[in-house]
């Protein structure tokens, strides 16, 4: 008897072309009593789960597409005896890339047939908002609104194009983060990166040590780097060796507090605008994930 199984499909998630998932699709079918849903809003997404009695859920899309099912999930209380299997179809698949997952869509198919169900972390916001991979202050805030319109005509390369214009013309901002109750950080910054995968935009391995199955969050802040030192910044981050600069801190515990002037948080690449004080926090074992 096969096991029954909802996948969600969005159709604004990026290169997830009709044809991909009906591959998926067929490699389900062989292992699971597949029920297929498209959801485009988190509404329609609510009413799809809330009719929805089995207890695995495949959701075919990038990082944004899997904050969204998480945070309805933790909304409708769902999140921790729901199995979600993961279809990297996005623009940005860094989630699944820092799991290890197949990045080739019938390959991730056939982890979310056989696969099993693996404890994984979230990080939880004090306003009550789950992030999946990571969530970043300053200049990659702004660096992800700009690479919105760029997504349709570059795909994966409009995150560090939006990036490089980004970083030529952004000025720190003035925050204090605190880790476990330890103040790390007080005057300009960049970037505050609070992660629980290891890349960020595009997989950029901006924290290599990151494991969402740890217990641990990592912080990462990139300090208030001159313009004309940028583009070295930009060489280290795509190389994985930012924690080598000195004007880099790199920290590893539970809680972080960003606090300071009102700015923009990325959050799997969902933007939460002018936010003074922000809290993260990492669940362990908070869900569970499909993995080979």
């Known amino acids: 008897m ?11 998630a990026g290169t997830a072309t009709e044809e991909r998932i009906t591959a998926v699709e067929a490699v389900l ?27 695995t859920v495949i959701v075919c899309g990038g990082d944004g597409s899997l904050h969204t099912l998480v945070n309805v999930l933790h909304d409708l209380d769902r999140l921790t005896d729901t199995t979600v299997g993961i279809v990297p179809l996005g623009t940005a698949n860094d989630f699944a890339a820092g799991l290890g997952l197949p990045d080739d869509p019938v390959e991730a198919a056939k982890v979310c047939a056989s696969g099993h169900a693996t404890p994984t972390d979230a990080l939880v916001t004090d306003d009550g908002e789950v992030v999946v991979n990571a969530a970043h202050a300053g200049i990659g805030a702004v660096a992800s609104e700009r690479a919105r319109p760029l997504k349709p005509l570059t795909g994966a390369l ?28 007080e005057g300009p910054a960049l970037l505050t990166l609070v992660a629980n995968g290891p890349s960020l935009g595009g997989q950029a391995l901006l924290c290599p040590t990151a494991d969402p199955r740890d217990g641990l969050l990592d912080l990462l802040v990139i300090g208030d780097v001159a313009i004309a030192a940028r583009a070295a910044l930009a060489r280290d981050v795509q190389r994985g060796e930012l924690t080598a600069r000195d004007d880099v801190v790199g920290h590893r515990g539970h809680i972080v507090r960003i606090r300071g002037e009102a700015i923009d948080h990325s959050r799997d690449g969902e933007l939460r605008h002018d936010i003074a004080d922000a809290t993260y926090r990492v669940r362990p074992g908070a869900w569970r994930v499909l993995h080979p």
């Open 2 to 12: 096969t096991h029954p199984a909802l996948l969600l499909t969005n159709s604004d």
């Open 29 to 55: 079918r062989d292992a699971r009593d597949v029920t297929r849903r498209t959801c485009d809003d988190p509404t329609d997404l609510h009413d799809v789960l809330r009719r929805f009695d089995g207890d």
């Open 158 to 185: 409009a995150y560090p194009l939006a990036a490089l214009l980004t970083g030529a013309t952004t000025a720190g901002q003035l925050v204090t983060v605190e880790i476990d109750d330890d103040v790390v950080h």
